[in-house]
């Protein structure tokens, strides 16, 4: 069958470009896992999720400058995961403080001061994990505003 007769069909057709950007893309979520569920929607004063819009050209260029962008966009949903799950854990520390708050004799006096300083070292990691977000952020910004047909929505 010739090309022609394949797109009558509805048969879709991979170039050489595509494809590699696609292989690119499964190797990408191999190496480095992959992204984060997506949510209902944003929470006031929370950036929206990072949607990567872009277009593949035979310029090996392009095609060069697309792993970069890749990388970036894969770290920042990472480090978005990662800080949603301590956050979660967060909260569940947070539940063990409200009850030795809350009824002191639930508690012995070092698992209340285990529990507070597990608590402050999952803070400092949400801070961390915060910042690490923030800088991916910036450099998928950064690569998205060098590459051109590349959008983030």
Same mark, same amino acid.
């Given at each position: 069958m010739t090309e022609k007769e394949h797109a009558a069909q509805g048969a879709v057709t991979f170039g050489q470009p595509q494809v590699n950007a696609l292989l !690119?893309? !499964?190797a990408l979520n191999r190496q480095f896992g992959r992204p984060a569920q997506?949510?209902?929607?944003p929470v006031r004063g929370e950036r929206k999720r990072a949607m990567l819009q872009f277009t593949v050209s035979t310029d090996p260029d392009h095609e060069q400058s697309l792993r970069p962008l890749l990388e970036?966009?894969?770290s920042y949903e990472r480090m978005r995961a990662r800080r949603y799950f301590f956050v979660h854990v967060l909260a569940l520390v947070s539940v063990f403080v409200w009850l030795g708050a809350c009824w002191p004799? !639930? !508690?012995?006096?070092e698992a209340?001061?285990?529990i507070a300083e597990f608590q402050g070292a999952v803070l400092f990691i949400i801070i961390v994990t915060?910042?690490?977000e923030w800088k991916w952020y910036r450099r998928l910004?950064?690569?998205v505003a060098k590459r051109?047909?590349?959008e983030l929505h």
């Open positions: !690119l893309h !499964l997506t949510q209902a929607g970036a966009h894969n004799w !639930l !508690l012995p006096t209340r001061v285990l915060g910042a690490e910004v950064r690569f051109p047909g590349t």
